[in-house]
């Protein structure tokens, strides 16, 4: 029998009518936090607000999900393009799958699913998927068959041992930890160091608007962007964390010393999984004892006392995520025009994305890149 009379396509345009398959689906489903029917909904709810849901589940056979894909529909520049919702706080985009899915859809699916879905679909200029990993736990993801080019940053993460003790000496020298623990040891003498995970109102507020702040002083260091300056991502994370964080699906976290926020964390629990999302900490003479650091080895502990397998350091190119790591997560993008409107600003979109990649994966191109960018990021704090 031809796929085609096999493969059934549903296309929902709000998170309503499709709650119930996807929450179900969800329970055995191979995916990210970044895919949780929860954060999605939420994200529309503040940051997509504008985006025009087009929530796909293909059915094989009919009756039977095997993939829900979060598509929506978003004007960029005039142009119509076909998105993964979850843009701007999400490190990986991509499907829902089924358990085993390569077994249970046993078709190329660029060559018979994707087609039947684009034509389900309202109309659109161009395809603009981003930040798609390789793998979906393990699996390979069907979408990274699409025509790619590779994502100009990758992740990390590492599984995790049951003792703190055993995974510190594993992954780092005896020379390293024993530093470390002196600088620990130095901070403190300054007053009572505590980790303080947020689970009444007070403490989310209080760590939250710490970290927003904390990360805000950074972003300008460093010469980028203000995530915090949108009041629509603020909005998201605070609603967020108000409606998670006693469950545990958000983990905000902080050290601190007597009654001062040193150092904070925003992240996700997930299916055994850790994301290390959102670390900061107060610019202070404090620095030098690596507060920050003392709070990642406590997530670390925490995270073997409560059930989590890996730890996920999720994107970014700085170098302490591949010293502690044991896999690295390749990502990948996808852009593609559908109309002359949307060749043209896909081609462009693939041109800075190569060129980006380029300039990170030449260590003396990245290094004058980041100068550059802490100088303008000093100029603007004048």
Known sequence: MSPI???????????????????????????????????????????????????????????????????????????????????????????????????????DFSQTAWPLITVHLPAYDAIFFEKMPQLINGQNNPLVSLPCIPAPNNAYATHLDKSLENFLKEKRSSKYIAKKKREHRRLREYGRVEFVLALNSEQIHRFLGDMMTQKARRYKEIGVANLFDDSKICAFFKKLSVDFCSNGFVHLCALTLDDRTISTHWGLVYKKRFYHLYPAYEKSELIKYAPGGLLLWHMFEWCMNNGVEIFDFTIGDESYKAEWSDQELFLYDCYQGRTILGVSYTGLCKMAGLLKYKIKHTPKLWKLAQEFRALLGNFRQR
């Open 5 to 107: 009379n096999t493969i059934n396509i549903l296309i929902y345009n709000s998170f309503y009518d499709v709650e119930a398959i996807w929450r179900s689906f969800e329970k055995t489903s191979d995916n990210y936090a970044f895919q949780n029917f929860d954060w999605l909904k939420h994200w529309h709810e503040t940051i997509g607000i504008t985006t025009k849901l087009c929530l796909v589940v293909v059915e094989y056979p009919v009756g039977k999900p095997v993939m829900i894909l979060p598509l929506g529909l978003e004007k960029r520049y005039s142009v119509d393009c076909l998105v993964w919702l979850g843009g701007g706080v999400s490190d990986y985009l991509g499907p829902l799958l089924c358990t085993d899915f390569s077994q249970n859809f046993p078709f």
